[in-house]
């Protein structure tokens, strides 16, 4: 390096202009970060000020008496049922359709039209689905997936099932969507020398592609469980309004599938004044745990997308 | 040239690896045959297609009588809607005799105006924040700033709609609105907090994040010589970033607000949690109490009223109210498809 240096660009000799520009970007990011801070420092006070372990083993009352009131354990479990349930709908139908629309894509038209359903599918608010599904369930020939009360034939469209399968069509675009980038970012010629060792494209998709896409799957899988873990008004309509885990009366591992229940979502939504109101405290509390399980799961995403490096790129 | 085809039909495979490669039983061969596999592939894919187009059919199928009684003025205003609404929950049990009138305009307003209002905002506010975080920000606070983002974009609605109902709400009703306030407006609706203001707010802060993602995707795709070429010229860090990036930018800042719109107008606890519940269509004209007024939205209409599903036309009323928000969200994911298009052109990846 030789001549002069060039002067450093300092923001003192900007127009006045384009120094309230750079003000106005600080401040944005800034509020940005106090808004954060003080929504988590809050929640995590409140999390620690109405702390109580027992409460994640104790099943909900209906009841004022907080004494009586109780936990929620059954909104944990169903909160934890309802995603697994779906992610084993959603994740590998999400996958099929990546690999359908990337790989094949044949007719044209026709992967044009799917790619548009999934599409359509995450711009549909929640609550259209859950209507749709509520519907859906309630035709007499798919009782047999919702639960019924004991000696009464009316079809509720209600249940872990039902709740379920709408979920997945929450997670679904975005398994899709990180699937298929993760397929589109492998190098053309991975497949070749795929092909080259004598490999089917069938084969190739098992066993060269999908390992490959794999951090991109768990990425899309871990962002579709966290739109499950934070949606309310699909449980609300499709769980029914109660707070405890109804499995009928077989009390068998279907009768749970088949049976009603609550999330911590609608376990906040009802315990806060905008439902009844009975227990804002435990609100608190539920609605911190809600928030650290999708700050788990949104860490799980940050580790795999960071993942390992594929080999062709080195 | 079809690789692909030619290699499905070469006999036998052959597995990569040393001796050390344990032999295992040929996974792609025997049931699963290249044919087969693209057409079990693509029937699944089919299956999910016909499902969604099967639920968009069925809502608007649905939806149709309560189109069809009010023709336009089911857009118009006119009446109280709650109270139309509980006609139709009491209509009598005889099909002819079903009541379907409704004016849906308060509650169709109160969707725009909490939308708009939270996506004018957001849309400036977080370019503010991506400009900062592509080009100003010190490492340290990207550091910080990047999970923040994303913590921002996974808190669920709920916790969102709590802070605000325990925490916004009784704060903006005891010391942002005044007694006086209060009573100018008191014959025609009561102030509480919940209101439009509120629901503004909270819901800003529920997009931003969303909004965030995708510009600063954007200004980063910028390609690096036209922004080097700009401060060889002379411009400053603001200049270059101003005139170059944020321009080549601009479809992805349409995107990234269509988007963000869709989000949302089918947001509906949160919005039923603290803007009110109220079916009245907040009132420009009244200046700063317009803010504090209570609307509620579309979405949020269903959540609260999805008991009466079971009620023949009520059910097909509250589809109605679906069918809209159906159709607006379809036309927003294609204007965000298509407003994404004119980067791609320039090789820009948003």
Redesign the interface.
Known sequence: MNGPTPPR?SVR??PLR??L??L??????L???V???S??T??AFKGAQYFDLGMLFESPNATLNQSESGGFKDPLIGTTLLLVMSTVIAAP?GV??A???TE?G?PKG?AR??E?????????????????G???F?QQWLSFLTFSSEGSDVVLGRSFIAAAAMMSLIA?PLVVGATREALNAIPGHV??AS?????????????VLLPAARPGIGTGTALGM?RV?????IV??LLG?VMQINNGADGSVFGLFRGLGSTL?SY??YN???GEGLA?EK??FA?FV??LI??V??FV??RIARGREPVWTR | MD??G???R?P???R?GGPDATPRPA???GF???AK??RI??A???I??AL??G??I??FQ?AWPSFAHNGLAWFGSGGDVDLQLEDIFNSPANPSEYVYTLHAWPLLWGTFAVTAGAVLIGIV??L??A???V???PPQ?NR??E??????A??????Y???G???IVPFVGEHLISVGRKESVANVVQLDGASLGVGVLILT?MI?PIM?AIVVDALRAVPHGWREGAAALGA????VM?TISVRTARPAIVAAAV?ST?RA?????ML??VAGSASFAPNPIDGITFLFEPTRPL?SA??EN??G??VEPF?QT??AF?AV??VS??F??LAG?IAKQPMRKYGVRP
């Open positions: 660009d000799s900007w384009d120094r520009g750079y106005a970007a600080w401040a944005a990011g509020t940005l970060i808004v954060a801070g929504i988590v809050y929640m139908l099929v359709i690999v359908w629309l094949y044949r026709l039209a799917v548009s359903a999934v599409e359509v599918v995450a711009g549909t608010p929640s609550i259209v689905l859950a209507m749709f509520l519907v859906f309630q679904l497949r070749e092909y080259a060792l004598g490999k089917t494209k069938a084969a190739t998709i098992r066993r966290g873990a934070g949606d309310t008004a609300v309509v309004a979502t906040v939504y806060s004044p905008a804002p609100a608190y609605a809600l928030l999708v700050i799961l949104n995403v940050t | 690789i692909g030619i290699a499905a070469l036998g495979r052959t990569p996974g792609g061969s699963w045959t290249e596999v693209e592939l693509g699944i894919a089919c999910v297609l969604i187009a639920m968009i069925f809502v649905k506010f977080s503010l924040a400009i900062f975080i080009e100003f920000a606070v910080v700033l999970p923040v983002v994303r913590l921002l996974a808190v669920p609605s709920v916790v709609g709590l802070i109902i325990l925490v802060v931003v965030i400053n860090r603001w200049r101003w988007l869709a107008l089918g947001e509906a606890i039923s949690m979405a269903l959540v999805v008991e599903l079971s059910g509250l589809f679906a928000l159906l969200s379809m927003l994911s498809f």
